[in-house]
């Protein structure tokens, strides 16, 4: 059993930074791909940031140059830095983490940006 838990959401004005966190753990040897998606209520899931084992990384046009996502391999572990958050940056923001073919999403964690 596979087990991916996100951290690291809250309030924050315009402006400001957060930084989410998503470990994986359980039945998990490697992680080929880690994912953060966002979702607000009422549109569908959007692709934000993927990072591969390689290091490779792409990001959506609305946070490039804005947002970086990493991981630690080691520590089964990948975050998104989100500097110069916007109004429409706030969504329930989901990590989903590829390994051996199989892909699992975390719960979800709440980022907010208001004045």
């Known amino acids: 059993q596979v087990q991916v838990v996100e951290s690291g959401g809250g309030s924050v004005q315009p402006g400001g930074s957060l930084r989410l966190s998503c470990v994986a753990s359980?039945?998990?040897?490697?992680?080929?791909?880690s994912r953060w998606y966002r979702q607000v209520p009422g549109q569908p899931r959007e692709l934000v940031a993927t990072?591969?084992?390689?290091?490779?990384?792409d990001y959506a046009d609305s946070v490039k140059g804005r947002f970086t996502i990493s991981a630690d391999n080691a520590k089964k572990t990948a975050y998104l830095q989100m500097n110069s958050l916007k109004r429409e940056d706030t969504a329930a923001y989901y990590c989903?983490?590829?390994?051996?073919?199989?892909?699992?999403w975390g719960q979800g964690t709440q980022v907010a940006v208001s004045s």
């Open positions: 989903r983490i590829t390994s051996n073919r199989r892909f699992y």
């Open positions: 359980g039945d998990i040897v490697s992680i080929d791909a």
């Open positions: 990072i591969v084992s390689g290091g490779s990384a």
